[in-house]
Each structure stands twice: as structure tokens, then as C-alpha cells.
């Protein structure tokens, strides 16, 4: 879509990345990096003073202390996903993948020769975990979770945690892989994190991003926690898929996390949701509600029939804004007429893109 965007100098609301500067803060971090002496290889694991202010920014908002041996290091969060389920799902085995889905969960599966069960998501976008539970078999090795929730931008409730809980201790060899990159954009409840979650968190991958933390995607960092029983069997894999990650970008994020402020992040999102919102209020698109990430899915029923695919394409190439169709989140194709759309985007950009859309 953003090749197609490109094609038709169509406003791009397709691709999930940020087109705003980032923290001058932070790019004056990076300048002093890319001045330093830190041009060499980091330790396999990361750089020691990023793993620590990471270590405290768990314990800050999440109220969980972690030894620096708990703390990986990683390109971007798709390697940090990739790396995990490759370490510790072996040939034969199953994971689930609750749909519609990030399409990186599904290749390392494949890859290690295990097999991807794909469970559909509720119509609220919610698990629904009698069906999850009736899923996992003897071969069931790793459930992946996804919250703050990419396409949809739900969040889960206090009952979706219990019921995790509850389907954590039936199965008491089950991993649990949860991708929480999102995890500092929340708007009606706040976040929780499989890291407050004491019962079940010593089994459990937890993957963050500091792509979409701090919109800097192009840097491609993130890191994973992990008991050390499993950090050990993840190290094997990482340390020959990429060794070590960028060594200046881990020193300017070192230095960058000791005076920033995660808790603003979600109010700077709420503003471009709440522009998108209320610009699209007269339109004939109908918005779901958007909790968290910087995703708005809509639904175009009222407007056309068209498949979700051939109704993106339309809207790139003849209204000039380009989308994402919710169907291909799924591997059974479910097309329920829905689109997402990301504002993170800056004002201008939204306007223009709103403007298009309440012309159709």
C-alpha cells in the first residue's frame, strides 16, 4: 500500500510510522553518541547502561525488578519475536496466534517447523478464551498476545487478564509470547503488562519497542524480558542471527532514557486520535473505538460492497489516501468491511487526509 500510495502521491495512513520529528532531546542524544567513542561492536546482550535504565523504567511503571540478565537487547521488535519463537518452538509443535494478527507472528513458525494455529478474535476485537482454551492440545508450546492490540487498537480488560491467568495455570507447560510494543499509547483504561502479572510472568517473552515508544522507527531497537532459563536458550539464536545491535543508537537511548517521560506519549497520541475522530465525524466512514496504539479501524459498509483489498486500492488511487484492509490480518480472509487507518501523523497530514475522505 505505501508503494501504491507512492505511485499516486496518495496521503499515506497505510504504513504504521510516525512522520513528526522526534524529541530534540533525543536527537541531541544521538548527535553526542555519534560523537563518542561508541563505534564498535555492544555486548551480545546490549549495552549494559541500556539495559539498566530499561530495568528501571520496568520497575517505574510496572512495579517489577528484573536482573540485567533478563534484559535483551534487539533489532527492532520483529527480531525480537522471530528470535524468541525460533529459540523455543521446535518442529511439530503449535502456537496459537489470535487473529486478526501481526503478520511476523506467523514465518518463525513456519520456519521452525511448527504449526500456526490461527484463532479468531472476538467481534469486539476481544480474545475469546473458550475457544483459546479448547485450542491448546499436547503439542501446544506458545499462545501470542497482543496488547495494546495491532489492527484494532483495543485494549484488554481486567476479565481477559484473569481468564489468561486461568488458561496459564490449566496448561503449565505453555509459553506465553506477549507483544506489548504499544505499550505506552492507551487512552480510556490504562495499559497492564503481562510484567504486573506475577502468576504467570516467570513463562512469558515480553517484547517492547522503542520504535514506537519514542516514534523512531528507521532506528529499528526494541529489546524482550525473559526469565533467564529462557534467555538462555534465546541467546543461541540471537547471537547468530544479529550478535549485537547498533551500538550509537544504544548509547543515545542510555543517555535519552535518564530524563525522558513515557507517561506523555499517550496524551500526544490522544490529540492526532481525537483530530482524526472528530474530522471524520461527518463522514460516511463509521470509527470503532480507538484504546490504545495509534490505529483507527472504520468501517466503510455504508459507502461500498467492494472488498476490503479492491476498496483500499480504490481509495489510494482515486481519493488519495491509502489504508490498510482489515482481511489480510486473518488467515481465513474475514472480510467484515473494515479498514485501519494510522494517525500518527502531524496535523497537517490528517487534515489533508481528512478533507479527501469526507469527500467521498
Not at 530534540?24 to 548527535?31: C, H, N, S
Not at 525522558?260 to 482524526?276: E, G, W
Request: net charge negative; with cysteine; glycine share 4%.
Amino acid at each position: 500500500m505505501s508503494l501504491l500510495a507512492q505511485q499516486h502521491n496518495a496521503i499515506n495512513l497505510a504504513q504504521g510510522f510516525p512522520n513528526f520529528d522526534i524529541d530534540p532531546k533525543l536527537q541531541r542524544a544521538l548527535e553526542t553518541a555519534a560523537n563518542s567513542a561508541a563505534h564498535q561492536y555492544a555486548p551480545m546482550a546490549g549495552h549494559v547502561a541500556l539495559r539498566q535504565a530499561i530495568i528501571e523504567l520496568i520497575a517505574e511503571q510496572y512495579q517489577r525488578q528484573l536482573s540485567i540478565s533478563e534484559v535483551l537487547i534487539t533489532a527492532g521488535a520483529t527480531q525480537a519475536i522471530f528470535t524468541a519463537i525460533t529459540a523455543l518452538v521446535h518442529q511439530s509443535e503449535e502456537v496459537i496466534i489470535l487473529d486478526p494478527s501481526y503478520d511476523c507472528y506467523e514465518a518463525p513458525v513456519q520456519l521452525a517447523g511448527a504449526i500456526a494455529k490461527r484463532i479468531p478474535l472476538g467481534l469486539d476485537f476481544k480474545p475469546n478464551w473458550e475457544l483459546i482454551d479448547q485450542s491448546i492440545g499436547p503439542r501446544t508450546k506458545m499462545l501470542i498476545v497482543n496488547n495494546p492490540h495491532n489492527p484494532s487498537g483495543t485494549i484488554w480488560a481486567e476479565s481477559d487478564f484473569l481468564a489468561l491467568e486461568k488458561i496459564m495455570s490449566k496448561h503449565p507447560n505453555l509459553l506465553l509470547l506477549s507483544d506489548e510494543v504499544y505499550e505506552f499509547i492507551y487512552f480510556t483504561e490504562p495499559h497492564q503488562s503481562i510484567h504486573q502479572r506475577a502468576q504467570i510472568r516467570e513463562r512469558a517473552i515480553i517484547v517492547s519497542s522503542f520504535g514506537k515508544t519514542f516514534h523512531i522507527t528507521g532506528w529499528k531497537i526494541g529489546y524482550l524480558t525473559c526469565s533467564d532459563e529462557l534467555m538462555k536458550e534465546i541467546h543461541k539464536v540471537h547471537q547468530f542471527l544479529v550478535f549485537s545491535v547498533n551500538s550509537i543508537a544504544q548509547e543515545a537511548l542510555a543517555n535519552y532514557l535518564k530524563t525522558a517521560n513515557v507517561s506523555l506519549l499517550k496524551d500526544t497520541y490522544r490529540q492526532k486520535r481525537d483530530i482524526f475522530q472528530a474530522g471524520l465525524a461527518n463522514s460516511r466512514f463509521r470509527l470503532l473505538p480507538a484504546e490504545g496504539s495509534y490505529f483507527q479501524v472504520a468501517s466503510y459498509e455504508e459507502i461500498s460492497n467492494e472488498l476490503d483489498t479492491d476498496f483500499c486500492k480504490k481509495l489510494t488511487i482515486d481519493h488519495g489516501v491509502a489504508a490498510i484492509p482489515l482481511s489480510v490480518f486473518n488467515a481465513n480472509g474475514e472480510d467484515r468491511k473494515l479498514i485501519r487507518f494510522c494517525y500518527a501523523k502531524t496535523t497537517s497530514t490528517l487534515e489533508a487526509a481528512i478533507e479527501r475522505l469526507c469527500k467521498i
